[in-house]
């Protein structure tokens, strides 16, 4: 399919021009989408001449048209229509029958906060143009009143309070919330995109006032997007893994909110508790899986030497050569220790050993050189008030 994208440099069109090349090039692979290959990408924006948009539209059989304005400098909205004037006109002469996407927005209901709204009557118009041209012709329109969208290379300070409010946040900068009892509707990047490419593949059709609808939405507060993301910077020091169940738009906000840290700013210190051992070092918390730490020993040193009532853990070392002994506390009805159960492992193993309640244990770093490296995960995050660990020797 030849895809003629209008403001592929935008927030929208960038993401979506990114997924078709995917596809196009073999990187994403899912069957579903296979029926759009032979896949041409045809990105227009401001830099694109005269000429060549007329020859994308020539050979276009598909256009979704993002082009537009939103808050130009004098006040005039004007473009919103013209850019889609043109292509339709340089379609109409190429007597094209592809289908045409149309990005408005929720404003053009000029409905609500929306009344009014110069902007949303420049959408409202482009949608009319968009229903004529339809008309004429006889292909097909979608129409999509996008609402407040948020997600990846969305600008911040500019027409999107989340892109603000993320760039603010990951950077240290000041920002202003006018009413955090301001209700918005937003929508994930990612899931527009997925319903654009259903528009490519044919599985939409408008509604009986003729309009496309993309879902999921989600609606939050002004003040529960900010609260999130306070939470999402705060992270580093509390190492608590926020809610990423699959949809949610927890999950999502966080996607959007990492991709706003600059340069310089993607990379943090843990602390860790060292001593003549070696160390060791808490890196995620979670609140119902619980945590992940790296501990690192110095040659010819054994730790732990512990039991734990409860909890249990999973050691994997991943670099070193460690001995892991592990024995059930007590005795057995002989009167006799219970035996010792003993591991040899290194670090290129990749062997997870299971460290479960009721068992003293203890890893031992058996190199005289090398320092041992092992990653270990706690079924629960440790609380100094109840620590549930218990000096014993193997």
């Not at 340089?90 to 289908?99: F, I, T, V």
């Not at 309009?211 to 580093?236: N, Q, Y």
């Not at 009805?333 to 244990?361: L, N, Q, S």
């Amino acid at each position: 399919m030849r895809v003629l994208v209008t403001g592929s440099k935008g927030f929208v069109g960038s993401n979506l021009c990114e997924v078709l090349k995917n596809i196009r090039d073999g990187k994403d692979r899912r069957e579903r989408y296979q029926p759009l290959l032979p896949i041409e990408v045809m990105e227009c924006d401001c830099d694109t001449t005269a000429g060549e948009l007329a020859s994308y539209c020539e050979r276009a059989e598909f256009v979704v048209h993002l082009a537009g304005v939103n808050r130009p400098k004098d006040g005039d909205f004007s473009g919103n229509t013209g850019s889609l004037e043109d292509v339709l006109s340089r379609l109409e002469w190429a007597k094209s029958e592809a289908p045409v996407l149309l990005a408005s927005s929720a404003q053009a209901s000029l409905a609500g906060r929306y009344v009014g709204s110069a902007y949303g009557k420049s959408k409202l118009e482009a949608e009319g143009m968009l229903r004529s041209y339809s008309e004429a012709h006889g292909i097909e329109a979608y129409i999509y009143r996008f609402p407040n969208l948020y997600g990846k290379w969305c600008r911040p300070n500019y027409n999107s309070a989340v892109a603000t409010f993320c760039d603010a946040i990951a950077n240290g900068r000041e920002f202003y919330v006018d009413d955090s009892g301001t209700e918005l509707e937003l929508l994930y990047i990612d899931d527009l995109v997925s319903c654009v490419l259903e528009c490519m593949l044919g599985n939409v059709k408008p509604d009986a006032d003729g309009f496309c609808h993309a879902t999921p939405t989600d609606r939050k507060t002004l003040g529960e997007i900010v609260s999130l993301l306070k939470s999402f910077r705060d992270t580093r020091e509390t190492l608590d893994v926020s809610d990423f169940t699959p949809g949610s738009f927890s999950k999502k906000l966080f996607s959007t909110f990492l991709s706003y840290y600059e340069p310089g700013r993607l990379a943090y210190d843990l602390r860790s508790n060292t001593d003549a051992r070696g160390s060791f070092t808490e890196f995620l918390h979670t609140p119902e899986r619980g945590q992940i730490s790296i501990n690192v020993s110095k040659p010819g040193i054994t730790k732990g030497e512990h039991w734990h009532m409860s909890k249990w853990e999973k050691f994997l070392v991943v670099s070193g050569h460690a001995l892991v002994r592990i024995r059930r506390v007590g005795k057995g009805f002989d009167g006799k220790p219970y035996p010792v159960d003993e591991y040899e492992v290194f670090g290129d193993d990749m062997r997870v050993i299971e460290m479960p309640p009721g068992t003293a244990h203890s890893i031992k770093n058996l190199s005289r050189t090398d320092k041992l490296v092992t990653v270990i995960w706690c079924n629960e995050v440790f609380n100094p008030n109840a620590p549930d660990t218990y000096r014993e020797e193997v």
